[in-house]
C-alpha cells in the first residue's frame, strides 16, 4: 500500500500486451482486489476481441472502458483515508 497511492497510474497496455487487475495499477486499499481483476480482464478481453486487428484501437477503447472501475477504485482509496490516519492525505 505505501507504494500506491490515489493518484495511482493505470496502465493498461503497451503495443500488444493488455494489463489487467493489481498489474494494471487496481489495488484496492480495502482489499477487495479479486473483482477488479476479473472485471478489467474481461473489458481487455472484450476491447481485443472487437478490435483485435487493430491493437491501438483496442488500447483507446480499454481505456474508455476502465473509467468507470476506476473511478470505483478512486472512492475506495478516499474511503480508506476517511477511517484511517495513516492514510489521512488521501
Ligand atoms: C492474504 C490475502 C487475502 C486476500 N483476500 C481477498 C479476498 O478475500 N477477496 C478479494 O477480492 N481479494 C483478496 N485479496 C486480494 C486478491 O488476492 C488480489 O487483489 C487479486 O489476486 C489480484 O489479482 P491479479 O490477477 O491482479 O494478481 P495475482 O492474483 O497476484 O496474479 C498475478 C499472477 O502473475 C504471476 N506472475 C508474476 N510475475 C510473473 C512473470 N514474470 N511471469 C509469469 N507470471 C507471473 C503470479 O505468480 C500470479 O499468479 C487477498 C490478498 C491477499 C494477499
Request: proline content about 6%; hydrophobic content about 45%.
Amino acid at each position: 500500500m505505501p507504494r500506491i497511492r490515489p493518484d495511482f497510474n493505470i496502465d493498461g497496455s503497451v503495443g500488444r500486451v493488455f494489463f489487467a487487475g493489481e498489474i494494471a495499477g487496481f489495488f484496492n486499499p480495502m482489499g477487495e482486489g479479486i473483482s477488479s481483476a476479473l472485471e478489467s480482464g474481461h473489458l481487455a478481453a472484450r476491447a481485443v476481441c472487437e478490435s483485435f486487428s487493430e491493437p491501438a484501437v483496442a488500447a483507446l477503447k480499454y481505456g474508455v472502458y476502465l473509467k468507470p472501475l476506476r473511478t470505483y477504485m478512486e472512492r475506495q482509496w478516499h474511503f480508506v483515508g476517511t477511517v484511517a490516519k495513516t492514510f489521512s492525505e488521501m
